[in-house]
Nanobody, 129 residues
């Protein structure tokens, strides 16, 4: 059974840092396009950062460039999202997604994500002083 389990979401002050983790089971994340999406109240889900399966490249939405970093630990079968200098607009429910598909990071991160992909249950990030 394929499962993605996110963790690491918490209350963080503006300017603070946190790391989200996505642990995969029943699948090898190094064989998949993987990514982080988020959804704020009243807004559509949006792609934050992804790792493509076609070349291992990465993609970041403009608002998080220079502040967030996505990485993958193949031995742990885990994908991470390091979030630095967090801003109030970064708050939301963060989801991990993965699919065994050949695709670039850019296209994997577009729109609201692939409904046919595997998704975790989400981890909540709250930004407040």
């Amino acid at each position: 059974q394929v499962q993605l389990v996110e963790s690491g979401g918490t209350l963080v002050q503006p300017g603070g840092s946190l790391t989200l983790s996505c642990k995969g089971s029943g699948l090898r994340l190094d064989h998949h396009a993987v990514g982080w999406f988020r959804q704020a109240p009243g807004k559509e889900r949006e792609g934050v950062s992804c790792i493509g399966s076609s070349d291992g490249g990465t993609y970041y939405r403009d608002s998080v460039k220079g502040r967030f970093s996505i990485s993958r630990d193949n031995a742990e079968n885990t994908v991470y999202l390091q979030m630095n200098n967090v801003k109030p607009e970064d708050a939301g429910l963060y989801f991990c997604t993965a699919k065994n598909i050949i695709i670039s990071a850019y296209y994997w991160c577009q729109g609201t994500g692939d409904v046919y992909a595997s998704w975790g249950q989400g981890t909540q990030v709250t930004v407040s002083s």
